[in-house]
C-alpha cells in the first residue's frame, strides 16, 4: 500500500471540457498548449501512483512453528462458508426414509462436484471452438487518438504547433488462408468431441464409485455384525470354561485362554465399528454430501446373478471398444491432432487478406502554423486493400510447428492403441473376476456352513469333556473366517458385476438393485 502524505508534483490545472472547446480557446494561446502537454507528460505518472495505491501487503510467517492467519479484508473464508451451507443445504431423503442403489447413484449424479467439473470442461472446450469459427467472420475494430505536435527550429516561421484528434475505424477478413482456419475449427471441434466423451467417462466413474461405496458401506455393516456374532460366540465359550472350573472339571488355563479370545473379538468388533464410520463418509462424499448428513440406505436385495457364458467374452470386448467413453474420447483426440497437423501444413502457404479503413482528425493550429492557408482544419482519410501475406522465412518456426504436429498425432496414434489393448484387457480380468466370484461365493457358502456344524460339535462336545478349549477355540476361529468368508464373496458378486459393466463401457442408471 502506497501512502502518499506530500504532493509529489504541482500539477498543472485542468478543467475538462470539449476537445473542440480547448481547439477554439487555445488559438493563438501557447501557454495554453503548454499545459495540455505538460499534462500529457505528467497522466501517465498519474494512474502508475494510483495502480501501485491497489498494491496490497499481505504479512507471511517468518520463524518455524509461527501460525498464518490471513488479513482481515480477505473474505475467502466467508466465501467457503458459504459454498459449505450450499452444501448443508441440499435435498436429501427424510431421516429414516430408506433410498436404494438407484437413488444413491441419482443422487451422486446430482450433486458431486466431479461431474459439475466435467460439465464446466466441456462447456470450456466449446468456447474454445467458438474462438476457432471466428476467424470465418471480419475483425472490425475501432479507436481515437489525440495528439499535440510542437517542434522548435531556428526560424520562427518553420515551427510546428498543432493539436490533432479523430476518430478511427477498421474492418479487415480473412479470404484464404488453404484450409488453415478450417483445420483449426475442425481441431477445435473435435477437442469438443472428446471432452463430452471425457464428461460420460466421467460419469461412468462415479456411477461405479456410487455402487462400489454402496456395497461396500454394507459389507462394513455386514462384518460389524458377523464380529458381533464373533463376540458373543467367544462370550459363550469363556463362561462355558469358568462354569467348568468353578465346577471342578476345568482349569484356570482353560479360563484364560477363552477370556483371551473374548478380548480380542471386543477389539476386533470396535475395529469394525470404526470402519462402518468410513465406509458411510465414502458413501457420502460420493453422492455430494456433508458427512453428517441423516440418511438410511436400503440394504440390497438378494438376486440371482447373471451367468454371462464364456463365449460371450468376445462379444463384451467389442463392445466394450465401441462403447468405453475413454475410448471415444481418444479417437476424437487423434482427430483433432490430425487437424492440427493440417492447420500447421497451411501455416506454409500464403495468406490472402481483404480490408477497410477509416479515419477522421480535427486539426488546430497556433504560432506560425495558423496563418497557413494550406493548413486544413479536418482531413478524413479511407483505404481499401486486398494483401497477400507469406512468411518466406521465419527461422524454421513454422517448418518446426509442423514437425511438432506430426510427432504427437503419432503419439496419439500410439496411445489409441495402447489404450485399446488395455480396454481388451479390462474386459478380460473383469469378465473372468466376475466367474470366479460366482465359483467363489458357492465355495464360501459351503466352507460357512462346515465351520458352523463344526463350532457347534467343538461347544457339544467340550460341554461333555470330550473336546478340548483349544478344539473350541480353533473351531472357533474357523468360523469367524468363514463368517469373513462368505460376506467378502456375497459382495465381490456385486462389485465385481459392476466393474464387468463399467469395463464395456455401460453408462446408465441401474434399474432396481440389480
Known amino acids: 500500500m502506497v501512502h502518499i502524505t506530500k504532493p509529489l508534483l504541482h500539477l498543472p490545472s485542468l478543467y475538462i471540457m470539449p476537445i ?20 500529457l507528460l505528467v497522466v501517465p505518472l498519474i494512474f502508475f501512483i494510483i495502480s501501485l495505491s491497489g498494491c496490497t ?47 444413491v447413484v441419482i443422487i451422486s449424479l446430482k450433486n458431486n462436484p466431479t461431474a459439475m467439473e466435467a460439465i464446466e470442461k466441456t462447456k470450456a472446450a466449446k468456447a474454445k471452438l467458438k474462438q476457432a469459427e471466428s476467424s470465418w467472420f471480419p475483425q472490425v475494430s475501432i479507436g481515437a487518438k489525440g495528439e499535440i505536435d510542437k517542434q522548435h527550429t531556428n526560424r520562427k516561421s518553420d515551427d510546428i504547433d498543432h493539436m490533432a484528434a479523430g476518430p478511427s475505424a477498421k474492418i479487415e477478413m480473412l479470404l ?15 477437442g469438443l468431441f472428446s471432452s463430452s466423451y471425457q464428461y460420460n467417462q466421467t460419469i461412468q466413474d462415479l456411477i461405479l464409485n456410487a455402487e462400489l461405496s454402496y456395497f461396500n458401506y454394507f459389507a462394513a455393516e455386514a462384518t460389524r455384525d458377523a464380529r458381533e456374532d464373533d463376540l458373543n460366540n467367544a462370550k459363550t465359550t469363556w463362561v462355558s470354561a469358568d462354569s467348568k472350573m468353578k465346577a471342578g472339571l476345568g482349569t484356570l488355563v482353560d479360563v484364560l485362554q477363552a477370556k ?69 474420447a481418444l479417437r476424437a483426440s487423434v482427430k483433432s491432432k490430425k487437424a492440427s497437423l493440417d492447420a500447421a501444413n497451411s501455416d506454409l502457404l500464403p495468406t490472402l487478406n481483404m480490408g477497410y479503413s477509416a479515419e477522421g482528425n480535427q486539426y488546430a493550429y497556433y504560432g506560425a502554423e495558423k496563418n497557413n492557408p494550406l493548413n486544413d482544419k479536418r482531413a478524413d482519410a479511407q483505404t481499401g486493400y486486398i494483401s497477400v501475406n507469406w512468411d518466406i522465412f521465419d527461422g524454421f518456426n513454422n517448418y518446426a510447428r509442423k514437425k511438432e504436429a506430426e510427432a504427437l498425432y503419432a503419439a496419439e496414434m500410439y496411445d489409441l492403441s495402447r489404450a485399446e489393448l488395455k480396454a481388451s484387457a479390462d474386459v478380460w480380468n473383469k469378465y473372468y473376476g466376475y466367474k470366479t466370484s460366482l465359483s ?75
Do not use: C
Open 176 to 190: 484464404l488462408d488453404f484450409g488453415g482456419r478450417a483445420s483449426r475449427a475442425k481441431e477445435a471441434l473435435y
Open 57 to 103: 501487503t499481505v504479512k507471511t510467517p517468518s520463524l518455524p512453528g509461527e501460525v498464518w492467519a490471513p488479513p482481515k479484508w480477505d473474505r475467502s473464508q466467508k466465501e467457503a462458508d458459504l459454498a459449505w451451507k450450499a452444501l448443508k443445504s441440499r435435498e436429501l431423503p427424510q431421516n429414516g426414509e430408506k433410498i436404494t442403489l438407484t437413488d
Open 260 to 328: 483371551s479370545t473374548y478380548d480380542n473379538a471386543l477389539y476386533t468388533l470396535e475395529d469394525s465399528r470404526e470402519k462402518v464410520k468410513i465406509a458411510w463418509a465414502d458413501l457420502a462424499t460420493v453422492m455430494g454430501v456433508p458427512a453428517d448428513s441423516r440418511f438410511s440406505p436400503e440394504y440390497p436385495s438378494t438376486i440371482s446373478p447373471p451367468d454371462i457364458p464364456q463365449e460371450e467374452i468376445s462379444v463384451l470386448i467389442d463392445q466394450a471398444l465401441g462403447e468405453r467413453p475413454d475410448i471415444s
Open 440 to 514: 467363489k461365493l458357492t465355495a464360501a457358502r459351503s466352507y460357512f456352513e462346515s465351520a458352523k456344524g463344526s463350532y457347534e460339535l467343538a461347544t457339544e462336545s467340550y460341554s461333555a469333556g470330550l473336546k478340548t478349549i483349544l478344539d473350541v477355540l480353533q473351531a472357533q476361529k474357523q468360523l469367524a473366517d468363514a463368517r469373513s468368508t462368505l460376506i467378502a464373496a456375497r459382495f465381490s458378486v456385486f462389485t465385481s458385476l459392476a466393474k464387468l459393466a463399467h469395463a464395456t463401457g455401460r453408462i446408465g442408471v441401474p434399474q432396481g438393485d440389480q
Open 20 to 39: 473542440d472547446h480547448y481547439m477554439t480557446n487555445m488559438k493563438g494561446n501557447p501557454q495554453a498548449v503548454n499545459k495540455i502537454a505538460e499534462l
